[in-house]
């Protein structure tokens, strides 16, 4: 049964592991304990509750105190900290609630959240008793058919003491609940958390390698790692994923051909992200089992005998795994690109890159983090299934590195080799050499000074002993003739040095092996592929020709009926660095006059300096006549000074240019459709109340669906607002 019912909160889930906002009623401020006190925090808050951040103010003039909202779908900051200051349904505070935090069962995956009840169908009445951790319960609930989810009462219950160590099984997990201090010190959590279902690129026998597999730093954190650090981190990680303590830990070698920490961990690795066995069942594992466990995986999955692999060591294992499981070893990337990518709203996107991808493999990696949503690779971001692309989700936003390496191939291939033992026989990508998983012919472990390129020509070098000389060039002064050379492979002098379809490039060989001033053949990618032209544009050259009524680069911005003193407005447009979606009073005059709204009448107003005046009035005193002013827009006197469909408000304008006394035009409440869906969202921007955005006739609207986030009305859910 669910500890107690689920209040009735303004409550928006957050992505888990993140802090989490509330808006409170309009009226009504955030209490001190939950007050929004710092302006990036009001940001954050505005960002999560996907209504845009306008500037901070300081007035005591009727809005509640640090961050709030308001109905036009803005947030704003006020540096007046007052919790009861307000009476007007047309702001709110924007408070602060408890942060989600999370164990993660694997890395990147959250899965038992800390300060939270599910509220899910009870089975067992809470009678499991003496438990000592979420991960314990997590493994009755694994025993009980019934049960999908569960609830952990901790030691951090101080609620009902006598309650604590009871483990509460659940049939679904229902809602959850999370707020203090009800929900403090309960754990909740799935039957059993996912794992990877897929590895990361293994490396070699070495503490680098393995904690680069195991996804625990990056190359960049082991950059500035000492040799300590990074043993010492294996130890913290294989505390967690094994029956070892740290003081165990700490006796064992760092390498070693049998039960070293890092053969531990790379077999280790393979049993949890190939989903063999889970971090629950690993923690009571010793190394023999572990190791045992992955023989007997690896003989139903390759020819090998039982016996055969008893006699390999532990990275002769993992290379194995490495190979059966096709886990393979990236080489130097071919080419890379950099790219901004944003999530907003929280909503999932894709952001496309110009690389070339056929027969290539793509990688990508977070270079500069822009939001405060987390952005975690393969849960906020990663490469879509075409590889012409990179997705983002939950607030990710930032700038990524995508680079494209040649596609493995899983069986013989087409290389024909030319030396060594095996000469003439084809090579087999990919194959395990010296204990390494190689997925491309390689020249590591040839003479100094006189490498080459090699492959296996069979799956298992070490074992069998095969190889042979791949053609190609890896340096050399001219090395490339007659169109022999591949991608990356030089020093070429000219494009018919280089196979069909490629070009001889100048200065760009990428390799240990090469010189700086080497030539190397590569893809001339195609400008228009994959196609950047939004709106049914045409690309030619890399150039996008748009459609009537549309504009931009890449015919991202639509022409509104939006009339300016010069030209009608484009939506959305660039400004100051800022992308809007409609008139703005941002950076307008000020001084003794009021602002007033602008909008760009090209996309780029910051490249093109092209704006003009929008209708409407933002402040002074009757500025409104003859039907000139829409919503939010003020000051007027009477209906007639407001557009068709509004009536003039009493002391309601909210703004940094209005005075408190200052009437603003509204719709008429008796003029909203009952079946609009508010808020709703709009290319990234959330409205409160109707508004006659992209409606070329200029009617005021609503969205009737709340999953409403379409920028071509005709083939979205609608309604007009008129009386």
Avoid at 117 to 135: H, K, P, R
Avoid at 319 to 336: E, G, K, N, R, Y
Avoid at 376 to 391: C, Q
């Amino acid at each position: 049964m669910p500890l107690l019912a689920l209040t009735a909160l303004a409550f928006v889930p957050a992505a888990l592991g993140q802090d989490i906002f509330t808006k409170s009623e309009g009226g009504a401020s955030c209490p001190m304990s939950t007050m929004i006190t710092d302006v990036d925090e009001c940001r954050r808050a505005g960002e999560f509750i996907g209504q845009i951040f306008r500037k901070s103010v300081t007035t005591d003039n009727n809005r509640p105190g640090g961050c709030f909202w308001d109905q036009n779908g803005d947030t704003y900051f006020n540096t007046n900290f007052q919790p009861d200051c307000c009476t007007w349904a047309g702001t709110g505070g924007l408070c602060k609630e408890l942060a989600l935090s999370a164990h993660q069962d694997n890395d990147d995956l959250v899965c038992i959240l800390q300060n939270t009840d599910y509220l899910g169908a009870d089975i067992n009445g809470c009678g499991l008793t003496g438990i000592n951790s979420a991960e314990e319960c997590q493994s009755h609930c694994q025993s009980n058919d019934q049960c999908t989810h569960f609830t952990f009462i901790s030691q951090a219950f101080t609620r009902a003491p006598s309650r604590q160590g009871q483990c509460c099984l659940k049939n679904g997990m229902g809602e959850f609940r999370n707020d203090e201090p009800f929900a403090t010190g309960l754990e909740s959590g799935p039957r059993e958390c996912p794992c990877a279902q897929s590895l990361r690129p293994f490396q070699s026998n070495t503490l680098n390698g393995v904690i680069l597999f195991g996804g625990w730093r990056t190359e960049a954190q082991l950059e500035s790692m000492s040799e300590d650090d990074k043993r010492n981190t294996v130890i913290v990680e294989l505390d967690g994923i094994t029956s070892y303590s740290v003081s165990e830990l700490q006796g064992k070698d760092s390498t070693g051909s049998l039960g070293s920490l890092v053969g531990i961990a790379e077999l280790a690795i393979f049993l949890r992200d190939l989903c063999f066995r889970t971090t629950v069942a690993l923690s009571s594992m010793t190394y023999d089992d572990i190791r045992n466990t992955l023989i007997v995986e690896l003989e139903s999955a390759s020819d090998y005998s039982i016996a055969d692999l008893q006699a390999k060591n532990d990275a002769e294992l993992a290379a194995l795994a490495a190979i059966t499981f096709v886990v393979v070893q990236p080489a130097s990337p071919l080419s890379c690109e950099t790219l901004d990518c944003s999530s907003h709203g929280y909503a999932y996107a894709t952001c496309a890159h110009l690389l070339p991808v056929d027969n290539m493999q793509a990688t990508v990696e977070l270079t500069n983090k822009y939001s405060s949503s987390a952005c975690e690779l393969e849960t906020s971001f990663g490469i879509s299934d075409e590889r012409t692309s990179m997705w983002v989700d939950g607030g990710c936003r930032g700038e990524f590195r995508i680079c494209i390496f040649e596609a493995t191939v899983l069986q013989n291939t087409e290389i024909i080799t030319i030396g060594g033992n095996d000469e003439g026989a084809p090579c087999v990508f990919p194959f395990i050499g010296y204990q390494t998983v190689y997925r491309t012919c390689t020249a590591e472990n040839t003479d100094e000074g006189d490498e080459y390129l090699w492959c296996g020509t069979t799956a298992d070098y070490d074992t069998d002993g095969k190889w042979g000389k791949c053609p190609g060039c890896i340096g050399g002064d001219s090395c490339c003739e007659d169109g022999n050379c591949g991608v990356n492979e030089g020093d070429c002098d000219d494009d018919d040095d280089c196979q069909n379809g490629l070009q001889c490039g100048t200065n760009n060989c990428v390799g240990k092996y090469f010189e700086r001033g080497d030539d190397c053949c590569y893809a001339v990618p195609d400008s228009c592929d994959p196609d950047p032209c939004l709106n049914e544009g045409t690309c030619s050259g890399g150039v996008c020709t748009c459609p009537t009524g549309f504009v931009g680069d890449q015919c991202q911005s639509a022409v509104s009926d939006i009339i300016t003193t010069d030209g009608a407005c484009v939506f959305p447009f660039k400004g100051y660095n800022t992308i809007y979606n409609g008139c703005t009073s941002e950076h307008s005059d000020t001084g003794s006059n009021p602002g007033y709204n602008w909008c760009a009448t090209t996309y780029n107003y910051d490249a093109d300096g092209e704006w003009g005046k929008c209708p409407g009035c933002i402040g002074g005193d009757s500025c409104c006549e003859d039907g000139n002013c829409g919503i939010g827009d003020g000051d007027c006197d009477d209906d007639d000074d407001c557009a068709s469909g509004l009536t003039c408000g009493y002391n309601n304008c909210v703004g940094d240019y209005f005075d408190a006394t200052d009437d603003c035009c509204e719709i008429d409440p008796a003029c909203v459709p009952s079946n609009c869906s508010f808020p709703f969202t709009l290319r990234g921007q959330q409205f409160s109340t109707c508004t006659r955005e992209l409606i070329p006739s200029s009617r005021f609207w609503c969205a009737t669906t709340s999953g409403f986030d379409h920028a071509n009305l005709p083939n979205a859910n609608f309604q007009y607002c008129e009386c």
